[in-house]
């Protein structure tokens, strides 16, 4: 069934490639933005920003299902201001009659254990459905894809270093996703029913330590795995400065992400392929579509 969907972030890393697969479904697409007037994507560009409560309820206007694709990670206090903002956007999808939200978090088992990133998830999840809509939670871990802050974090890494220290959160096992796949989970929740008020984990085809994510992609990069030599104790590779200088990748976002990395964080319940029923992709595929989207607008 056709729907009006509401997409926000609908020019970010995951907003732009999700708006032409609901597009390509049969939906009509709001693509919410701060900059409708800079927008040059697919769908109808609307006003509004999460962190201005009073600009929700416009956008919101006719909308059956809303994805939330916001977070701040870009800033020290992000906790605070992805609550508050996950609270107004709940409210106002509540006060218009939206049937659903649907929310991309983040993967891991909850406990005491969890990072400030992924206990911020958590609670944007709780919050944006404090109000009686019925959410929607895809919990992921890596996203693999042009653009995204982790895959670039890896490419630059791979590229700029021969070998590698790495501190013992190296060994940590994650299930990369590709962001394509990604895309698909999404766009077959939207206005499914047996996918309302429920929380699915997804992920990619392997389980991968982050050194194994590393010397994968410098196989595809490179033709050959960079020698990794795992330490038990920190090193300086942790702080964000040395993020940036190497990567080039904000500090803040870096630092925030580099918290989560020792958490273990895989799919444990496979329910979502029942609902969404398709075999993603591999870390090597995955990462080989993005070095493709990456060398892309050079080559043309």
């Not at 605070?80 to 709940?90: H, I, L, Q, V, Y």
Request: hydrophobic content about 45%; overall charge negative.
């Amino acid at each position: 069934m056709s729907r009006t969907v509401l997409v926000t972030g609908a020019s970010g890393f995951v907003g732009r490639r999700l708006v032409p697969a609901l597009l390509e479904a049969g939906h009509r697409v709001k693509a919410m933005t701060r900059h409708p007037e800079t927008y040059d994507g697919p769908g109808e560009a609307v006003f509004g920003d999460v962190f201005d409560p009073g600009s929700l309820a416009e956008p919101m206007d006719g909308v059956d299902v809303a994805v939330y694709l916001v977070h701040s990670l870009d800033d020290n206090d992000f906790e605070n201001k992805d609550a508050a903002a996950a609270r107004d956007f709940g409210l106002a999808a509540a006060a218009a009659g939206v049937d659903q939200i649907v929310y991309l978090g983040g993967l891991g088992a909850d406990g005491e254990s969890l990072s400030p990133h992924l206990r911020s998830r958590r609670e944007v999840e709780h919050l944006l459905g404090l109000n009686g809509v019925p959410v929607t939670v895809l919990r992921a871990a890596i996203v693999v894809g042009a653009g995204g802050v982790s895959w670039e974090m890896t490419r630059q890494l791979v590229k700029h270093l021969p070998a590698m220290v790495v501190p013992k959160w190296a060994a940590t096992r994650t299930q990369p996703i590709a962001i394509e796949d990604v895309v698909r989970y999404l766009a077959g929740v939207v206005g499914n029913e047996a996918a309302l008020g429920r929380t699915f984990e997804i992920g990619g085809a392997d389980q991968l330590s982050y050194t194994g994510m590393l010397q994968e992609a410098a196989l595809v990069l490179n033709g050959r795995r960079t020698p990794i030599l795992e330490v038990p104790v920190g090193t300086p590779m942790l702080s964000e400065w040395w993020i940036r200088l190497v990567t080039g990748v904000d500090a803040t976002t870096a630092g925030n992400l580099i918290e989560s990395m020792g958490t273990e964080v895989l799919v444990t319940d496979p329910a979502i392929r029942e609902v969404v029923p398709f075999e993603p992709m591999t870390y090597a595929e995955a990462v080989r579509r993005a070095v493709a989207e990456d060398a892309a607008p050079a080559a043309s």
